[in-house]
């Protein structure tokens, strides 16, 4: 299997991090939470496996990642019927417009950095 994007945005989750303990002045990163959307294509066990490997030199070496699952959430442009759903689709159940806007769970997003 490929890990070689888990693999980067592990990494790049821990520059964050090193940025932020320096910012703040603090040592080390206890918590790390993040959101990834299912249809991101990011694997979420292998995320994590790929962070802890890379964690330990750093200052992220006692963190603990929390990854929040997001389900689709789409909204229709017509009605403004907002929903959240496991599988894309592509009419409005409220008025059957097909003028829909995906608009979370296909990204990742980093929600907070707690440090200490
Ligand atoms: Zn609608």
Not at 22 to 30: G, L
């Amino acid at each position: 299997m490929d890990t070689i994007q888990e693999h980067s945005i592990a990494q790049a989750l821990i520059e964050g991090c090193e940025e932020k303990v320096k910012k703040n002045k603090h040592r080390k990163v206890t918590e790390v939470i993040i959101k990834v959307g299912i249809t991101s294509g990011i694997e979420p066990e292998l995320l994590k496996t790929s962070f802890d490997t890379l964690k330990l030199k750093t200052v992220c070496h006692d963190t603990f990642l929390t990854i929040n699952l997001q389900d689709i959430k789409v909204r229709c442009e017509k009605c403004g019927h907002e929903l959240e759903i496991m599988k894309f689709i592509h009419t409005c159940p409220l008025c059957g417009s097909q003028d829909i806007k995906i608009i979370d769970g296909y990204d990742m997003q980093l929600l907070q950095v707690i440090t200490k």
